[in-house]
């Protein structure tokens, strides 16, 4: 599908479609750009860069210096393209739910114990393979295939990170359940266990790595030197 240039003067959109289709036609995924891109792109128009920022309700990841310690403070990283807002109907479709409340977003990420699901960081916490990063999270909504085939949108809790390397594909309960029942017996009983904690279930050796882990680098090596002594 060709999609409508950013410019064209005949194109009857407001700031928010043609900022999506400036990010794709002339920043490119991955690229950065300022405010005073923004700016000389969209001349005389108010709080232009407030629109572009408000693809990230359609699933378009944009990253500010908050989210990236290597950003400048007045530069943005185009991560990823979300939902096509230029298509009336692709836009309706991913129109963010405004009904959800600030209270019910702290109900899903107490809920998520104010972690990602997905790579299970704490809100704060810095990744441990690159330390200019913070993990930010925010209550997303998932496309999610139930086991009996349904589909449903449910709200779950994402770092920003995990959420800009997602492949956009739904959430597979139904495939989850198929490879929990090819397990043999003892370890689905290992398993269910795991669910009814909340939590994987580790070995002395698994809580020996990770305390070595968690450890800076400078120590790292000092236990490496005792080992081998």
Not at 47 to 54: E, G, P, T, W
Not at 93 to 117: E, F, H, I, L, W
């Amino acid at each position: 599908m060709t999609l409508p240039a950013w410019n064209d003067p005949k194109l009857k959109a407001g700031t928010m479609v043609r900022g999506a289709l400036w990010l794709l036609q002339v920043v490119g995924e991955g690229k950065t750009f300022n405010k005073e891109q923004v700016r000389n792109a969209f001349p005389g128009i108010s709080q232009a860069d407030r629109r572009i920022r408000d693809l990230r309700d359609y699933g378009w990841v944009l990253l500010t210096s908050s989210d990236d310690a290597t950003l400048a403070a007045e530069d943005q990283r185009f991560v990823k393209a979300g939902a096509p807002v230029w298509d009336p109907v692709a836009r309706r479709a991913a129109a963010p739910d405004k009904t959800v409340s600030n209270k019910g977003k702290q109900a899903v990420m107490a809920r998520d114990d104010y972690m990602c699901t997905i790579c299970g960081i704490s809100g704060g916490e810095s990744y441990l393979d690159d330390s200019n990063q913070t993990a930010v999270l925010s209550v997303t909504r998932r496309q999610t295939i139930l086991p009996d085939g349904r589909e449903r949108v449910l709200l779950t809790t994402e770092c920003k990170r995990c959420r800009a390397g997602g492949d956009g594909q739904a959430a597979r309960a139904d495939e989850a359940l198929a490879e929990i029942h090819a397990l043999d017996s003892g370890e689905r009983r290992r398993l269910l266990r795991w669910i009814e904690r909340g939590r994987r279930g580790s070995t002395p050796l698994d809580r020996a790595w990770n305390a070595y882990r968690r450890l800076p680098a400078d120590a790292r090596d000092e236990v490496r030197t005792a080992l081998q002594d």
